[in-house]
């Protein structure tokens, strides 16, 4: 069946070559027919013209965009500023400020998206001298979105629940009325309740004004306090100390909200509308200018028509033995693609793909995952030159790689000195869990024969499990076969708490193995994110 379709496709192959030289023949009537009309000279400059138009207005739909997210960053702060007292900091944060992050971030990648715009080659040099005033305004932006950050620092040092001055504020009010209750002195709460009053006032409109109106409602309870009969020497200390810290800390809080006020900056609105105002303005100046020029475009188009078109027809002859040569070419490198990718992903994920499936993700009821690292590795990489290293890790894991095919296994990758292979995918087969044991005993066996073979000091540490997976395409550039779901993540951990040297499986891979296998039972091992976990050792298999 192979066979079958490696034939169908070389026939494929073949027909395209016949289809491209038919293509070419063609090509050379429609040229005499170009020569005649016109038309294909009138049509490169209408495209060379709309092209400017479309960048032009490329520009304008990315400006504007640009100054809508700044609009709606600018929106936000200004709501995180009015309503973080009343709603609580951590709540503001999450509703305003993240918002506001994601604002600036769209604000600095369109910003990006002008720029490439602004230096390609469709822009008029007109545009094109606007690009400083683009970087200007991103060195802008940045520095707003620092200094908001350091205003929303700023708020939370004041504001956090529990260790925020107000609420340090609010401890120490709370410690200074116990006292006054305490003593029965009605004439001092009155007092107090009037400076508070006046404290409440501040913290819900940040007034200036009404900070002397503290200062001198704490001035006048400071004097009842001394003057006061009802307290006595203890207890008249004691509520001076909690009046002096409350002062300290509207002090504190005062001034944490003069350096927030500080951070605020406007001239960005400023400095936004200028470069909305001069991109627009210059963007619509050169639509036009475009659409103007293309009455005399197309005059001087027709009188390089000709010469175009005799040229063309000269080249063409050599452009066709260039041509079946490139078709060739192309054909030998389709082979190179197409075995390149089957050795980047599985056969039948590859077909897959090649025939534009735009989303694979595959469920799995079962199949077993191992993890295997190599014990000894950082301290060889410290002793060790990087080229030597990465020759270590090719022979091990080369050896890796023979095992898996013989094993009739799927390797799904390598980070670092880790090696990943799953058995049940994307192909099933019914003994998944024996083929990966019976590798990951060879795999001992390899790293034993390599160190006795080089003298150096290596192990490798197993982990294992048996469960249900996803296995899909990760991304469309540098793209990955990959496996989620927590079975994976089981058997990382098994390998991650294993013992150097040691398979360490899960009871539900024990289960499916304990009649062909030979186990050590390790007991219970606490799992990080999972708890206790029983797990068993494999050391070998049995002979029946």
């Known amino acids: 069946m192979n066979l079958w379709k490696r034939l169908v496709l070389s026939q494929r192959k073949l027909s395209i070559i016949t289809k491209f030289t038919f293509a070419f023949i063609a090509l050379l009537l429609l040229l005499g027919t170009v020569a005649i009309t016109g038309l294909v000279s009138l049509d490169a400059v209408q495209s060379e013209t709309e092209a400017v138009i479309d960048t032009g207005i490329e520009v304008q739909r990315l400006v504007f965009r640009m100054d809508a997210a700044l609009k709606n960053a600018r929106q936000l702060e200004r709501d995180f500023f009015v309503f973080w007292s009343s709603e609580g900091f951590a709540k503001a944060f999450e509703r305003y400020v993240q918002k506001h992050r994601s604002e600036i971030k769209t604000v600095l990648n369109i910003s990006s998206e002008l720029q490439n715009l602004l230096e390609s080659d469709n822009v008029s040099p007109a545009l094109r001298r606007s690009n400083p005033d683009v970087l200007d305004y991103v060195a802008l932006v940045d520095q707003y979105s620092s200094d908001f950050d350091r205003a929303v620092g700023l708020v939370g040092e004041l504001g956090m629940a529990d260790v925020g001055k107000i609420s340090e504020l609010e401890q120490n009010a709370t410690r200074l009325r116990e006292r006054l209750q305490l003593a029965n002195t009605p004439e001092l709460m009155?007092?107090?309740?009037?400076?508070?009053?006046?404290?409440?006032?501040?913290?819900?409109?940040?007034?200036?004004?009404?900070?002397k109106s503290i200062y001198e409602a704490a001035k006048q309870l400071r004097n009842g306090i001394?003057?006061?009969?009802?307290?006595?020497?203890?207890?008249?200390?004691?509520?001076?100390?909690?009046?002096?810290?409350?002062?300290?800390?509207?002090?504190?809080?005062?001034?944490?909200?003069?350096?927030?006020?500080?951070?605020?900056?406007?001239?960005?609105d400023i400095n936004s509308a200028r470069l909305t105002e001069n991109l627009v303005g210059v963007a619509n100046a050169e639509v036009q200018r475009a659409r103007s020029a293309i009455a005399n475009k197309i005059h001087w188009a027709r009188v390089l028509l000709f010469a175009a078109v005799l040229l063309a027809l000269l080249v063409a002859a050599a452009v066709a033995r260039q041509f079946m040569s490139a078709l060739k070419a192309w054909a030998l490198e389709q082979q190179k693609s197409e075995r390149l990718l089957q050795n980047i992903l599985p056969e039948p994920i590859a077909q897959r793909l090649k025939q534009e499936e735009t989303t694979i993700a595959d469920s799995y009821a079962e199949v077993t995952v191992m993890f295997a690292d190599i014990v000894g590795f950082t301290q060889l990489a410290a002793e060790t030159p990087a080229i030597e290293l990465v020759e270590i890790l090719n022979v091990i894991f080369s050896e890796f790689d023979q095992l898996a095919d013989e094993h009739g296994l799927e390797k799904i990758k390598t980070i670092g000195d880790a090696y990943m292979v799953v058995g049940g995918l994307p192909k099933h087969i019914p003994n998944h869990a024996e083929a990966i044991a019976a590798m990951a005993l060879d795999m001992q066996t390899r790293i034993n024969e390599f160190c006795a073979d080089t003298g150096k000091d290596l192990s490798i540490r197993i982990g294992i499990n048996t469960g249900p997976v996803i296995a899909g395409i990760i991304g469309t550039k540098k793209f990955i076969y990959d496996l989620w779901g927590d079975t994976v993540n089981i058997a990382s951990r098994m390998e991650s708490h294993g013992i150097p040297g040691g398979i360490q499986v899960t009871e539900a891979t024990y289960k499916c193995l304990r009649k062909q296998f030979l186990f050590e039972e390790r007991g219970l091992v606490q799992v990080k994110g999972r708890g206790k976990m029983n797990c068993y050792l494999l050391m070998g298999k049995k002979s029946f």
Not at 190 to 211: A, G
């Open 226 to 268: 001394i003057a006061s009969s009802k307290l006595d020497i203890t207890e008249r200390r004691l509520a001076l100390e909690d009046l002096d810290k409350y002062e300290v800390i509207v002090k504190e809080i005062v001034a944490l909200n003069q350096q927030i006020l500080s951070q605020i900056r406007e001239n960005i």
């Open 190 to 211: 009155v007092l107090y309740l009037e400076m508070r009053s006046f404290e409440k006032e501040y913290l819900l409109t940040r007034q200036d004004s009404i900070i």
